[in-house]
C-alpha cells in the first residue's frame, strides 16, 4: 500500500504531466517531451507521447488502477 505522502507525490506528477504535456494545446508539446526524456534508457517519452495522442483523438486517460483493469494488473506486476 502507498503512502499518503507517495500517493500525494503521484497526484502532483499526473496533474503536472497531464497539463504540460497530454492536454497541452501548446505545438510544441511533442518537441518538449521528446527533449525531456532525451537521455533516458526508458521508454518514457514514448508512453506519454502515446497518452498525449489518445487525448487528442478524445480517448479518456486513466491514472488509476481502481479505473481499469489493464491498470490494475499493471499496478500488481510491477508493485506500484
Not at 11 to 19: G, I, N, V, Y
Given at each position: 500500500m502507498l503512502s499518503e505522502?507517495?500517493?500525494e507525490s503521484l497526484?502532483?506528477?499526473?496533474?503536472?504531466?497531464?497539463?504540460?504535456f497530454v492536454m497541452s494545446e501548446d505545438p510544441e508539446a511533442?518537441?518538449?517531451i521528446i527533449e525531456l526524456f532525451r537521455d533516458s534508457q526508458e521508454h518514457l517519452a514514448a508512453a506519454l507521447l502515446n497518452l498525449r495522442w489518445c487525448s487528442m483523438l478524445g480517448v479518456r486517460i486513466i491514472w488509476s488502477?481502481?479505473?481499469?483493469p489493464w491498470a490494475k494488473g499493471l499496478s500488481n506486476k510491477y508493485g506500484y
Open positions: 505522502e507517495v500517493k497526484k502532483e506528477k499526473k496533474t503536472e504531466l497531464e497539463e504540460n511533442e518537441t518538449k488502477e481502481d479505473q481499469s
